[in-house]
């Protein structure tokens, strides 16, 4: 096992009914701006509810921030928290608004020339402006970490952020708000969270036995609620469980002391600049190819992620690795998730050099655990997945 | 799962002479009261270790802090706090040194008379004395915890008390301490954090899958790893399993959303508070009788964990049950533990009949996940572990 730091602050409020404890978790004094999407939690109800939570404090709404929270709209929200001298930021939404909230909190603070710095730099942010969440969209996890991504379209960029200051002050978590999501966006969250525990998984053995079977736990606990949960969205027991592997998947914990992969996400955030295909389908889209292409380094993890979460016990430890494999591609398919870039768009030739050119632009000599992932293989990688 | 709420602000520095690191955790301007035992640390280096990091800071020592942290012994350290003007408190040693911390933590800033009312009126504690720790025994958790249990031999009681004021600022974890712990205590560090999970997790099915499977995770890696440490207490690897295990098995992750039933701890308390017998080993002994007493309410989770946990696949409901319990005993024993009370004590008679008094004197009308265990219930566990 190597060494680690652990350090979570944020209070996680899980359950029916949680909203209205938001008025205790805000300084009384506080001036909100209160940040959402779409507006589709004005349709499911989850508006209304936050509304009468913040009925004693000052509020200023700030909405239409958009899936893969895009720079240009943070700029405005930035402006409105300066001219409204906001002091508390509160995040309705999934991970794109809980992501951009992340930015605004360090930017609000940030004492730099342009807020752009912090993304381009990858400035870590030790302060931000306080901030909580209520998650209607299980997935990212970002409601219990540190960390955001955020999009530049004039650009085609998507960049990561982070640093201690910005974990959320509270995060509530109501698996009653998945009644009202799309099955296709609950697919997008089972396979964003497998994704996230794959990437912190499957490295090499370090001897790191807790961290493994955690890891596991999320894993096959995602394998049982998927059919559950996309079968009846309502079913309050698989909402539960599925919310709670999406920010366990990605809170930190089970990252410590154990080698990172996260390749298949630094390809993918690629595919979403380039296309605009989800998030989760661009992890989708990589995962097999990036484990073949990787299978003499990865093959020990593999194996045991076959027999411990597959229960696949008969073969060699290559056999067991690709049979774990195909395992986690049919699990893709069985929630209607595509697994080819040629299967999300027409003119997909000259992807793979396009990705590497970028690699190679931004300096990036070598992803995945090994740091070893060189631009060269990236293209190949990216070409195995047409 | 029920709704729950989760926050554990203690910063986690795990691994390799992390000790070091100690002085920027601690405000600069701090006068620390350095706490710890009967002096296992000047043997084995840590004393030197805590006290070079210590160097540039105002330093108080207070030792012979004993095993079930003694209230009277307490009141002397107190007495230093306030004579001292002390503003930080550094803990190093084991649960007990750390749990009489977490008392001066709560008793230096309580405004009423006696600080005995906190014990004895479990008063939740919001704010303490900020303090650190520095593990040099696993085994109860308590360096990422907010609860404390503190003896009193005058009245032989054993209390319980907590508060959110009372998680660690910082706990510094490096397996290294393992290398020169005695083999009983290792055993007794194996068998309470393993009785820990089971308190949290063998009561009735509710549903929460992740919860279920970090719980059968910690349990499958003890298992594993006793063996290892007990054999060569020298091995990193099995140290640091060791080590992460005792502290996820009562940092509060999973207790949350699933009913609890600790009647094997507070039985427990009652042995050691009257024959002084290891806390771990009256787990231990009352285990098995626990269980089989309560084994039609509690038959569905024992199953589970005989097929998870001990890969028992054939038989009824309650066959599995049984032979779960079967193997936990012969875990026990596989670590040189006893497991009844005649082992321990000759004039064990009457035993059953005073700690179900003392229940009924404190007011204990049920016990157990459900609350139901009476005076008598208890009376007749504790007879059959005899």
């Not at 049982?224 to 709670?244: C, G, Q, R, S, V």
């Not at 992969?261 to 889209?285: F, V």
Request: glycine share 8%.
């Amino acid at each position: 096992m190597n060494n680690f730091e652990l350090q979570n602050p944020t209070k996680i409020l899980f359950g029916k009914n949680q909203i209205d404890k938001i008025e205790n978790e805000i300084p009384k004094d506080a001036k909100i701006l209160f940040l959402y999407g779409g507006g589709s939690i004005k349709r499911n109800g989850i508006y209304e509810q936050v509304t009468a939570a913040l009925s004693k404090f000052q509020v200023v709404e700030f909405s239409g921030i958009p899936a893969n929270p895009e720079y240009e709209t943070l700029l405005k929200a930035l402006k409105v928290i300066k001219e409204e001298k906001i002091t508390f930021l509160l995040a309705v939404g999934g991970g794109s608004v809980i992501d951009g909230t992340k930015f605004l909190s360090a930017a609000a603070l940030y004492k730099g020339d342009t807020p752009w710095v912090i993304l381009a730099k990858n400035i870590r942010t030790e302060i931000g402006m306080p901030f909580g969440t209520v998650l209607t969209l299980p997935a990212t996890g970002s409601e219990m970490n540190s960390g955001a991504v955020v999009t530049r379209s004039e650009t085609k960029e998507k960049l990561a952020m982070g640093g201690e200051g910005l974990f959320p002050q509270f995060s509530i978590l109501d698996p009653q708000v998945v009644y009202s999501i799309p099955q296709r966006q609950i697919a997008n969250g089972l396979a964003d969270s497998f994704t996230h525990v794959l990437e912190q998984y499957m490295t090499y053995p370090i001897d790191a036995a807790l961290q493994d079977r955690f890891a596991e736990s999320i894993m096959q606990t995602i394998i049982e609620t998927a059919p559950k949960i996309l079968a009846d969205t309502t079913n309050y027991k698989a909402a539960a469980n599925f919310m709670w592997c999406c920010t366990m998947a990605l809170n930190g914990l089970i990252q410590k002391g154990v080698p990172n992969d996260w390749a298949i996400h630094a390809m993918g955030h690629e595919l979403t600049a380039l296309y605009g295909i989800d998030h989760a389908r661009t992890l989708a889209i990589l995962t097999k190819s990036h484990y073949l292409y990787n299978l003499e380094t990865k093959k020990e993890k593999l194996a045991q992620y076959a027999e411990r979460v597959w229960n696949i016990t008969e073969g060699s430890i290559t056999e067991k690795a690709k049979a774990g494999i195909e395992k986690t591609e049919a699990f893709f398919h069985s929630m209607q998730i595509d697994t080819k870039l040629s299967d999300y768009i027409d003119d997909y030739k000259g992807t793979a050099q396009t990705i590497a050119k970028t690699f190679m632009k931004r300096g990036w000599k070598g992803i995945g655990e090994h740091g070893t992932l060189t631009p060269n293989d990236v293209e190949k990688i990216v070409e195995m997945s047409y």
